[in-house]
């Protein structure tokens, strides 16, 4: 079995490689690394071998490690769906929120984020593929919910995230590139193109993802 510092050592190998094939430099692709159901000793294990963003999925255990980790100068991302009576805890614990689709949560967030800390810094997730059984705005609703986070002055409106339709990822990467540079255009805050996992980094990468949500690859098979 591999270690998780040689999966990451490898991980960050293959973002290397993937900018360099799109023509993009690697410090333009950061690695957010997935941590969700694996111990804090996994965790341990890939912060001394560098990496400091961490992606969680589910908010009892975002608060937990947070709090066990909290002497490590760790950037915790909240990428799970957001249930609107949990987000007293990712206000808490969370730096970045990837997931938020509506704005009764965003409202929420930035109502309970506190006014001594640095503000949220957030993506808005967007249902790409369109389907029903999927969480995330609508293409059609982005551009208002975009304005309302904007307008939010404990939340700061980084960019858009998506899960594409399992097998399918590359239309959908495309159709997120094409947002992404028309949000840019009208929010200056916008830095963030958060897509790719670790079966689609490369094709994410090609399509202008700047950050990647990579689990599997670093951390093994969930079960
Ligand atoms: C689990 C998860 C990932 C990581 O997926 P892997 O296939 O394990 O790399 C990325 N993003 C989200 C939103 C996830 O839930």
Redesign the pocket.
């Given at each position: 079995m591999s270690s998780i510092a040689d999966n990451l050592a490898n991980v960050l190998t293959s973002i290397e490689q993937a900018s360099c094939d799109s023509q993009r430099t690697a410090n333009s692709v950061q690695l957010l690394a997935?941590s969700?159901t694996k111990p804090v000793d996994d965790i341990n294990a890939a912060y001394l071998a560098g990496q400091r963003q961490f992606?969680e999925?589910y908010v009892q255990e975002l608060a937990s490690k947070a709090k066990a980790l909290s002497e490590f100068d760790i950037i915790w991302h909240f990428?799970?769906p957001i249930q609107s009576n949990k987000t007293r805890l990712i206000a808490e614990y969370a730096d970045w929120v990837?997931?938020i689709d509506r704005e009764k949560t965003a409202k929420r967030l930035n109502e309970q984020r506190a006014v001594n800390i640095t503000p949220l810094q957030v993506c808005l997730q967007v249902n790409i593929s369109g389907e029903p059984s999927k969480s995330g705005v609508t293409v059609e609703q982005l551009d208002s919910l975009a304005a309302f986070v904007d307008a939010c002055p404990h939340l700061v409106l980084r960019g858009i995230m998506c899960?594409p339709e399992k097998g399918n990822s590359e239309p959908s990467f495309v159709k997120m590139q094409s947002l992404f540079k028309q949000l840019q255009q009208k929010y200056p805050t916008i830095d963030t193109l958060s897509m790719g996992?670790?079966?689609d980094m490369a094709t994410a990468i090609a399509c202008g993802s700047t950050m990647v949500?990579?689990?599997?690859?670093i951390f093994g098979r969930?079960d």
């Amino acid at each position: 079995m591999s270690s998780i510092a040689d999966n990451l050592a490898n991980v960050l190998t293959s973002i290397e490689q993937a900018s360099c094939d799109s023509q993009r430099t690697a410090n333009s692709v950061q690695l957010l690394a997935v941590s969700k159901t694996k111990p804090v000793d996994d965790i341990n294990a890939a912060y001394l071998a560098g990496q400091r963003q961490f992606g969680e999925n589910y908010v009892q255990e975002l608060a937990s490690k947070a709090k066990a980790l909290s002497e490590f100068d760790i950037i915790w991302h909240f990428i799970g769906p957001i249930q609107s009576n949990k987000t007293r805890l990712i206000a808490e614990y969370a730096d970045w929120v990837h997931s938020i689709d509506r704005e009764k949560t965003a409202k929420r967030l930035n109502e309970q984020r506190a006014v001594n800390i640095t503000p949220l810094q957030v993506c808005l997730q967007v249902n790409i593929s369109g389907e029903p059984s999927k969480s995330g705005v609508t293409v059609e609703q982005l551009d208002s919910l975009a304005a309302f986070v904007d307008a939010c002055p404990h939340l700061v409106l980084r960019g858009i995230m998506c899960i594409p339709e399992k097998g399918n990822s590359e239309p959908s990467f495309v159709k997120m590139q094409s947002l992404f540079k028309q949000l840019q255009q009208k929010y200056p805050t916008i830095d963030t193109l958060s897509m790719g996992m670790s079966g689609d980094m490369a094709t994410a990468i090609a399509c202008g993802s700047t950050m990647v949500r990579v689990g599997t690859a670093i951390f093994g098979r969930r079960d």
